[in-house]
């Protein structure tokens, strides 16, 4: 088992939609939860930073963690065609800050 | 503010070949380092990361070096390159702080035939 599942998509939504992206994981110590944002042959770039549950919004982000449940998201509101990207979660043990776990990343469209 | 290069943009090899991929940072001091290979469908594989000059840990065994020669440089090399080496290639840095995250280059985008 993977300690971080994420569905590869990919996902296709309309203009203005609201889109869910997420991702389980299965080791209980995980505690920084970031999500990343990565265009066609572009590199990753952080996108929303949490610690431990709860949820944390920038704009039309919204990062939500559910420690109980292993499980997180991210929302985007309004989605707009520029949000067309592939999206990471990447996590990282209190023990351990030196490395993440990346999932796989999800592939968004965001059709006008 | 910090900015991180890497180059080449892309490159293309024969099977056999030596490489050298160079990666520096600027606007900050003793960053951690770190080399991802990001395979299409399989996500980021950590190579190899540096907390300081000199020292580097290697994550998964395999015909690929890293060297940190200086402070804020980071290099993956090949004596012999393979088949499966090819790859998108990412370094990234991070301040090391037990909150800190990484902030990743642009990328090389290597193709070994």
């Known amino acids: 088992q993977k300690e971080v599942e994420q569905d590869p998509g990919p996902l296709s939504v309309p203009e203005g939609a609201i889109v869910s992206l997420n991702c389980t994981y299965s080791?209980?110590?995980?505690?920084?939860f970031m999500w990343y944002r990565q265009y066609s042959r572009k590199g990753p770039e952080l996108l929303m930073y949490?610690?431990?549950?709860g949820n944390k919004e920038d704009g039309r982000f919204t990062a939500q963690v559910d420690k109980s449940s292993k499980y997180i998201s991210l929302f985007i509101r309004d989605s707009q065609p520029s949000d067309s990207a592939t999206y990471l979660c990447?996590?990282?043990?209190?023990?351990?800050?030196?490395?993440?776990?990346f999932g796989t990343g999800t592939r968004l469209q965001v059709f006008p | 503010s910090q900015t991180i290069h890497q180059w080449p943009a892309t490159l293309v090899q024969p099977v056999g070949s030596p490489l050298s991929l160079e990666c520096t940072v600027e606007?900050?001091?003793?960053?951690?380092l770190y080399w991802y290979r990001q395979a299409a469908g399989r996500g980021l594989q950590l190579l190899f990361y540096?907390?300081?000059?000199?020292?580097i840990s290697s994550e998964v065994p395999q015909n690929l070096s890293a060297s940190r020669p200086q402070d804020r440089q980071f290099i993956l090399s090949s004596k012999k390159l393979l088949l499966s080496d090819s790859g998108f290639y990412l370094c990234?840095?991070?301040?090391?702080?037990?909150?800190?995250?990484?902030?990743f280059g642009p990328g090389t985008r290597l193709t070994v035939l």
């Open positions: 990234a840095w991070s301040l090391g702080t037990a909150t800190d995250t990484q902030y």
């Open positions: 080791n209980s110590a995980f505690q920084y």
């Open positions: 949490t610690y431990s549950s």
């Open positions: 540096s907390v300081g000059i000199g020292q």
């Open positions: 990447a996590m990282s043990a209190p023990y351990n800050t030196d490395k993440l776990i």
């Open positions: 606007g900050t001091s003793n960053p951690n």
